[in-house]
Structures are given as structure tokens and as C-alpha cells.
């Protein structure tokens, strides 16, 4: 690190990301790639696709309930539960309700995949929902993305 952040409790960068809304607290520029910190807020029945990374990562539930899939195992869990996935896990989770969960990932890659597939929130909450899935297409550029920063989408078989 070249130099001390703090941030408010408000501030970060806002970005509308898969269908939530991630503030990044902590960039991997921020931390000379050590580690990202982001918060996730996710509305009620969000889930993401199953996916591993090369680094750790440790969530920990901020508001609302959520469950988290990790090695083939779930586990669900509101206010204060917090889960560690170890590298090269195979992982998932979701929302029951509206949630927003912290996000710790060592070293930093995942700030970055989420940022390539983001735009800066327009407003408060969450983005406006998706008029159609994303094509195989775009599945298929977001997996080469994610890959090129150690995180493996897990695509369904076809």
C-alpha cells in the first residue's frame, strides 16, 4: 500500500453490478492487490452463479438472510453470520430477503471482475431489472474475464 484510505461510512464507489449494488471500500489498486473489500447489497432472490476463485474469500452478513453454497454443502444465516471459502472452492450464494453482506477476497481480482461487468449507480438501491437474460454470448465474455482475474465461472452443461 502507497498510502492510508479512510472512507465515510457512505462513501466508496457505487456501482450497479449483476443485479445488485456493490461499493467498493477497498480496491486491489487500493491495496496493492492484496485484497478487495466491497459491500454487496442484493434484493430478495438474487443468487450468483456457481463459481470458484484462486484466493480466499470471507462474507459476512451485514442485513438480512442469505445462504451460501461452498464445497456442495449450504449453509443459511441472517444478521452476523459470516462464512470463509477457501480458494479453488466451489461456491454460490443468495438472498431470502434484501440483503447486504461484506466481502473480503485475498489476494484482490474479484473488485475487478465485478467492475467489468458494472455501471456507476445512477441512484440510490438497486439497478433496474434486466430486460432478458445475458446471451451465451455474454456469458461466455464474462467467463474469460472473471478467468483472466483467477475467478472460474462454473457455466451449466449444455
Not at 472512507?7 to 464507489?13: D, V
Not at 470458484?52 to 438480512?64: I, K
Not at 453470520?81 to 466451489?90: A, K, L, N, Q
Amino acid at each position: 500500500m502507497t498510502s492510508t484510505t479512510a472512507l465515510r461510512p457512505a462513501s466508496g464507489e457505487a456501482l450497479w453490478v449483476m443485479g445488485g449494488r456493490m461499493t467498493v471500500k477497498a480496491s486491489g489498486q487500493d491495496t496493492n492487490g492484496a485484497m478487495s473489500i466491497v459491500v454487496m447489497e442484493v434484493p430478495a432472490g438474487w443468487a450468483s452463479p456457481l463459481h470458484a476463485h484462486a484466493g480466499a474469500e470471507y462474507m459476512y452478513v451485514l442485513e438480512g438472510n442469505a445462504w451460501f453454497t461452498i464445497g456442495g454443502e449450504t449453509v443459511r444465516g441472517g444478521v452476523g453470520t459470516s462464512v470463509v471459502i477457501p480458494g479453488e472452492v466451489d461456491e454460490g450464494w443468495g438472498a431470502d430477503t434484501d440483503a447486504r453482506l461484506l466481502i473480503i477476497s485475498t489476494p484482490a481480482g474479484l473488485d475487478t471482475v465485478f467492475s467489468q461487468f458494472s455501471e456507476p449507480a445512477s441512484g440510490p438501491g438497486f439497478p433496474p431489472p434486466p430486460e432478458a437474460p445475458p446471451s451465451p454470448e455474454a456469458m461466455a465474455y464474462m467467463g474469460e474475464v472473471a478467468a483472466a482475474h483467477g475467478v472460474y465461472l462454473r457455466m451449466p452443461s449444455e
